[in-house]
């Protein structure tokens, strides 16, 4: 049995030109969204908030101990309004202290700093505690504080401050535990 030949389709409209594509006008989209992200991103680069200042007075660079770490504040810059790179981005509800600290383990057991220990005061007397997150990020190196420290062994690290903005920082209170009295360095 054969099968009947289908009915012709001369009724059918064609046009006389085919439908035109859709990329050109994507690309465009693309184009103008990727722009738009371009300029947000620099303007959101654009730091038009206070300066950042460095501290070079008070105690910095002697070493004062607490228990069995001896603690040596190296630099104190603070005025500083993010942390971070294009893949995160950590913004203070005030503004950074970044308190560089040189620690030494002289002691003859393994050691730990904890940094929620270690309090910055201003010159009115009010009290910051480190915010953890932003000392994670801003301490990448492969041997810092944050680690176990030898015993004998000094290692390197920044403790950071979430103050209220326009504040400088007068005084900090490292502590080798949290239970230990605390060594105060007067930083402004």
């Known amino acids: 049995m054969t ?3 289908p009915a012709p389709t001369e009724d059918r409209d064609f046009p006389d030109h085919p439908r035109p594509s ?3 006008w994507v690309a465009g989209v693309l184009v103008v969204l990727l722009a738009a992200a371009g300029v947000f991103y620099y303007l959101r680069q654009d730091d038009s908030g206070p300066e950042t200042v460095t501290t070079t007075g008070g105690q ?10 001896a ?10 309004s993010k942390l971070g790179d294009e893949a995160v981005d950590l913004e203070p509800r005030g503004s950074y202290c ?3 600290v040189l620690v030494k383990n002289g002691g003859t057991a393994v050691g730990s700093l904890d940094s929620s220990s270690q309090k910055a005061y201003d010159a009115a007397g009010a009290e910051f505690t480190t915010d953890a ?17 030898n015993p004998g ?17 007068a005084s900090l209170v490292l502590h080798e535990t949290s239970s230990s009295a605390g060594a ?5």
Do not use: K, S
Request: aromatic share 8%.
């Open 3 to 5: 099968r009947p030949a």
């Open 22 to 24: 859709r990329w050109p």
């Open 60 to 69: 910095l660079g002697r070493a004062v101990e607490d228990g069995t770490f």
């Open 71 to 80: 603690f040596t504040v190296t630099a104190v810059r603070c005025g500083v």
């Open 98 to 100: 970044l308190v560089d």
């Open 133 to 149: 997150q932003a000392e994670t990020f801003v301490n990448t190196d492969a041997q810092n504080f944050l680690d176990q420290i």
């Open 153 to 169: 062994a000094q290692v390197r690290g920044t403790l950071v401050f979430d103050v209220p903005e326009r504040t400088a920082l």
């Open 184 to 188: 105060r360095i007067a930083v402004g």
